[in-house]
């Protein structure tokens, strides 16, 4: 270890071999290892603490880790950390070195593989290391047909139906929790299709006319539009806006956001016949001059047009 002279106190293994340590250095590190050597003061001069079950090489990595200044900063020093990383997590638990702990959750997890996922996650559950579980649990999860041919796995379900449980139970939230995620992405797509749709209907409204609404300079009112129920509610819609006038209408509001996503998406050369469309598009463009940002907004703006995009795509695939 190449430590000085100054040391008062020697760590002892089980086999016998002794390493010098400074007593300063294990009280600011550790609250168990102060504790113990305050129960050592008296009448002990040369004092020792065993440290039995560990390799004698993963108790220098400790000690050494322990003179660090509380951090894994160096490439050296995190192979270290990699390489003993069972024990220096084991050791950090019992004497309640946190950042080394810490360190060697997120060098454990880095390493994973379904190989060693189960041996791991016993460990954690053992050590305390919410982080560290969590991460073997999601290993698991993801390729469990590897993990079910390990020796460990097997070992579970022959001792330890517990553990077992705690694994088939997270398996099955984990795949109720990817069935929700399908679900609200398939809904969200859903949403999207509908507005990029409607986008579609108000340029046809605007432009062409349908039924009884429709630009002033067009041709004598159409029959029935057979495009969607969408086209029909939004002609309910635009009709409703001309004509109200309160304050705070939600109806009025969902129209006001409509032209705003039609300005967002639109492709056209000025003038627009959309209402309000280059108004909207001088905003956007003062918006993105200055600092006002409307993330959501423009996530919003980037699944339409990506949903009309699809959409498009699917109308020449089937004309094909």
């Excluded at 084991?90 to 379904?114: D, M, N």
């Excluded at 579970?156 to 139906?161: C, G, L, R, T």
């Excluded at 349908?210 to 009709?239: F, N, Y």
């Amino acid at each position: 270890m190449g430590v000085s002279g100054e040391a008062d106190v020697e760590i002892v293994t089980s086999g016998g071999r002794r390493i010098p340590v400074h007593s300063g250095v294990l009280a600011s590190a550790s609250p168990v290892l102060e504790s113990l050597l305050d129960r050592q003061k008296h009448g002990n001069p040369s004092r020792v603490i065993a440290i039995n079950g560990v390799p004698f090489d993963a108790l220098e990595a400790f000690v050494r880790s322990l003179y660090s200044s509380r951090s894994v900063r160096d490439k050296d020093e995190r192979e270290e950390v990699g390489k003993y990383g069972v024990h220096l997590l084991v050791l950090s638990h019992a004497y309640q070195v946190g950042w080394l702990k810490r360190a060697c959750e997120a060098e454990l997890a880095a390493r994973l593989t379904a190989e060693c996922a189960v041996d791991v996650l016993q460990l954690a559950r053992q050590c305390d290391a919410p982080r560290l579980y969590l991460r073997c649990m999601k290993m698991l999860a993801k390729d469990f047909a590897a993990v079910e041919k390990t020796e460990a796995w097997r070992f579970v379900q022959a001792n330890d139906p517990w553990l077992e449980l705690e694994v088939l139970q997270y398996l099955h939230d984990d795949d109720l929790r990817k069935k929700r995620r399908r679900r609200k992405r398939k809904e969200e797509q859903g949403v999207y299709a509908e507005l990029s749709e409607a986008m579609e209907c108000l340029r046809h409204i605007c432009i062409e006319g349908c039924t009884e609404v429709g630009p002033m300079d067009r041709a004598p009112p159409r029959g029935p539009c057979g495009r969607s129920t969408i086209c029909q509610g939004l002609q309910l819609l635009i009709r409703h806006f001309a004509t109200c006038h309160r304050k705070g209408c939600p109806r009025c509001q969902r129209m006001w956001q409509l032209l705003r996503l039609h300005s967002a998406i639109c492709d056209q050369p000025d003038p627009c016949k959309v209402p309000l469309c280059t108004q909207f598009k001088l905003r956007m463009m003062q918006e993105m001059e200055g600092e006002g940002k409307d993330d959501k907004w423009r996530i919003l703006v980037k699944k339409v047009m990506a949903a009309k995009v699809m959409s498009c795509l699917a109308k020449r695939k089937r004309n094909e």
